[in-house]
Every structure is written in C-alpha cells, then in structure tokens.
C-alpha cells in the first residue's frame, strides 16, 4: 500500500482540469498523490461515472468525509459569470 495520501480535485461547470494546476504542484511538493481528472459536463450522472472511475484508480483509504475548495481565483476563466 502506498503511504501517500491521495488528493481529488474536481472542477466545476465554468472551469477545468487545469485550474487546479498551481494547487496541484505545490501539493506534490508537499508529497502528496493529486489527480485532477476531466469530466465531461454532459450530464450528472456522467460526471458522478467519471468521479467513480477516478475514485476506484486511488491507492489507499478513501475519505470519511469529502471535502469542497474553489480553484484558485486567477485560474478561473475569464468573461464568464456564475448563475
């Protein structure tokens, strides 16, 4: 088993994978295992599918308790606004 802890990062509707670039790097620093996978946005049963997926390729314990953060303000995109 690896001692890493491993860290998901998931986007929402106005963002993607790559917001979360600068958090994941400073956490591998830090020696963490981090994914921020895609998700297709096409539906919520195709994003919670692709969760799962990503869930099940994880070593380790999986959390007792997910936790929520926004990406980083400078990483969003631009020119869009939130509903």
């Known amino acids: ?10 986007h929402g509707e106005w963002a993607d994978g790559s917001s979360w670039s600068s958090v994941v790097e400073q956490l591998q620093a830090e020696g963490y295992h981090v994914t921020a996978p895609q998700f297709p946005l096409t539906s919520l049963a195709n994003d919670v599918a692709r969760l799962r997926q990503v ?16 990406p980083p ?7 869009r606004t939130r509903t």
């Open 1 to 10: 088993m690896n001692d890493r802890l491993n860290i998901v990062l998931v």
């Open 55 to 70: 869930m099940d390729f994880q070593d380790g314990e999986r959390p007792s308790q997910p936790m929520a953060a926004e």
């Open 73 to 79: 303000s400078d990483s969003r995109q631009s020119g």
